[in-house]
T-cell receptor, first 112, second 116 residues
């Protein structure tokens, strides 16, 4: 099955700085790569996603890049704010269905 | 629109007891799935369903049963709880996109289960 690795496990940045979280995957058949944000006591919520036919996608302060050859994708958050503090998960989905394989999560802390 | 609703939010079981975690969605999604979340291990897929009457195993199915008699409901059963099943459980639903592989998954608020 698919194996998704995520780094770093914890990340602290000063408010206004950028944060980058990286993931790798193993199954070349995976074609959909969502990123989820989980706040304390809540379920994960989608913040951005990218499909295999696209190399980069941006939504305001959040961007995701995908390198299919190297099998890695990254989340970039610019101008970080305290409300960005949360746990972020990457995931990969094989073409066969909606079976999401998640990374182990990154706990992001934005220091005011 | 309630989205994905999980009950209960918290539960304490004794080893060997059984229980059912409930999950209901009102978005007419075909796909539903159960994940468990453990510290340092992210979310791992337990069971999933691609439609009413169809279920399949995920990464960590042992000790859990599921059924899908309606589109809306996807209960997760623990037949004989063990301390290793102490975890936070999340139910998710999604609507198949093109090719059935690229669509947003909506998660419930989770059930925190402790087995003593």
């Amino acid at each position: 099955g698919e194996n998704v690795e995520q780094h770093p496990s914890t990340l602290s940045v000063q408010e206004g700085d950028s944060a980058v979280i990286k993931c790798t995957y193993s199954d070349s058949a995976s074609n959909y790569f969502p990123w989820y944000k989980q706040e304390l006591g809540k379920g994960p919520q989608l913040i951005i996603d990218i499909r295999s036919n696209v190399g980069e996608k941006k939504d305001q302060r959040i961007a995701v890049t995908l390198n299919k050859t190297a099998k890695h994708f990254s989340l970039h958050i610019t101008e970080t704010q305290p409300e960005d503090s949360a746990v972020y998960f990457c995931a990969a989905t094989p073409i066969t269905g909606n079976q999401f394989y998640f990374g182990t999560g990154t706990s992001l802390t934005v220091i005011p | 629109n309630a989205g994905v609703t999980q009950t209960p939010k918290f539960q304490v079981l004794k080893t060997g007891q059984s229980m059912t975690l409930q999950c209901a969605q009102d978005m007419n999604h075909e796909y539903m799935s159960w994940y468990r979340q453990d510290p340092g291990m992210g979310l791992r897929l337990i069971h999933y369903s691609v439609g009413a009457g169809i279920t399949d195993q995920g990464e960590v199915p042992n000790g859990y049963n599921v059924s899908r008699s309606t589109t809306e409901d996807f209960p997760l059963r623990l037949l004989s709880a063990a301390p290793s099943q102490t975890s936070v459980y999340f139910c998710a639903s999604s609507y198949p996109g093109t090719g059935g592989a690229d669509t947003e998954a909506f998660f419930g608020q989770g059930t925190r289960l402790t087995v003593v």
